[in-house]
């Protein structure tokens, strides 16, 4: 008797334990969902997920393409043509999460006494100039311990914006290329 009564209760933990499980599950939880930003048409939606990487395809699945869209820092435009234009200068800080690159002071080599270190906010993931917060800081040393760092606001900053936007918009343009479009079968 007391077999069954512990096998019993097993059954009973292991069910209670599971049920918890899944009301903590976050795909399980209500998401709030604005129906203007989802067409009524199925066949739009399955395009629509599709293209943003959230649907998948049986047959792509079995012999074709495998695994799924992951965004990493490279997938952002604005990022990528950020690194892509200051290359030439060794990175102090470079994290995509707190959306900054910080570069370490560099010298040209031409001027022992001058350096210059760049600062980019990412404000924004969208291509605008409002998108970035560019600081630009000019270091002059009369000797090695005597220096004056200062802000450099003049038309650097402005020829920095517009370097990086062209080739953020590149970017953009030839990933909208690349993006395969989804097909969806005619009905009968």
Do not use: H
């Amino acid at each position: 008797m007391s077999k069954i009564k512990i096998s019993k209760l097993k059954i009973i933990i292991f069910f209670t334990s599971s049920l918890f499980l899944l009301i903590s599950c976050e795909a399980l939880k209500y998401k709030k969902v604005d129906a203007k930003k989802y067409p009524p048409e199925p066949e739009k939606r399955i395009k629509k997920n599709m293209e943003e990487g959230r649907g998948f395809r049986i047959m792509d699945s079995i012999g074709g393409k495998k695994g799924g869209t992951f965004d990493f820092a490279s997938s952002n435009e604005l990022w990528r043509a950020s690194l892509d234009t200051i290359d030439f200068m060794p990175l102090l800080s470079a994290n995509y999460s707190g959306g900054i690159i910080i570069t370490d002071w560099y010298n040209d080599g031409k001027s022992n006494n001058e350096a210059i270190k760049i600062t980019i906010r990412f404000l924004s993931n969208e291509i605008r100039i409002d998108s970035l917060d560019i600081k630009i800081f000019m270091k002059n040393c009369t000797t090695s311990m005597n220096c004056k760092i200062t802000e450099n606001q003049g038309s650097l900053i402005v020829e920095l914006k517009k370097s990086i936007l062209k080739k953020a918009a590149v970017y953009e343009k030839q990933k909208k290329k690349d993006i395969k479009e989804y097909v969806t079968s005619p009905k009968d």
